[in-house]
């Protein structure tokens, strides 16, 4: 069993913040955790499937001691294995690979991004809130899994308005995961087809389509 060393009581809470929010709106979900020395990206994807678009949530942090690492936990562990740390900063990775997380296996790209301008706040704000309340009148009682993921894809998939490239989704992604900050911009960055909105607190990684 891996066990990640982290460097103090905040680095602990906010990786535990940043997986609850992602298990919020994924109950069943996963986060891929990335390690090569002292630095860990933690991938979640709290939009994905149904034929719409990948949105990727990335928290980038310090570790005490060097780790290599990739693997895809579900978030439901990674819970499970903060509620018994007790105050230790030696966190256990669960030993259990997350199963119906297609998304882990894309990697967006590290290096080649270039900036493209800011995206405002309250753009970003309005359209999460749109989508949410979109899903959540398009749903009727009773419907299935699948009727949800199509509603979500659609509504999530929609360019941001007058933002061409960068999917509604990205905005849920980063209000959902606590990335918008009250008067912290918001930078756009592109390199091919793949689009990044980064802010001190994280980054949304997203493509229009399904890859």
């Known amino acids: 069993m891996s066990t990640l ?6 680095t602990s809470a906010d990786l535990a913040t940043y997986l609850g929010r992602a298990q919020k709106v994924d ?19 709290p939009v994905h499937g149904g034929g719409g678009p990948t949105v990727i949530g ?10 290599d690492l990739d693997v895809t936990v579900p978030l439901a562990a990674m819970a499970d294995r903060f509620a018994r740390l ?3 900063l030696d966190l256990p990775v669960p030993p259990v690979a997350a199963a119906d997380a297609g998304w882990a296996g894309i990697s967006p790209p590290r290096s080649g991004w270039q900036v493209v301008g800011t995206m405002p706040r309250d753009l970003l704000l309005a359209a999460a809130d749109t989508g949410v309340a979109e899903v959540a009148a398009g ?16 509504v999530w998939g929609r360019d941001l308005p007058g933002v061409d490239g960068v999917p509604a989704g990205s905005a849920y992604a980063a209000h959902a995961l606590g990335f918008v900050g009250a008067d912290e911009p918001v930078a756009l960055y592109a390199v091919g087809a793949w689009r990044r909105l980064s802010t001190a607190r994280g980054h949304v990684l997203c493509r229009a389509a399904l890859i």
């Open 5 to 10: 060393h982290l460097p103090d009581v905040g």
């Open 27 to 45: 109950p069943g979900g996963a986060v891929r955790l990335v390690s090569a020395g002292a630095v860990l990206a933690a991938y979640v994807s």
């Open 58 to 67: 990335l928290r980038v942090l310090h570790l005490a001691e060097p780790a």
């Open 86 to 88: 007790g105050g230790s």
């Open 139 to 154: 749903v009727p009682d009773g419907a299935g899994s699948a009727a949800v993921a199509r509603l979500r894809a659609l």
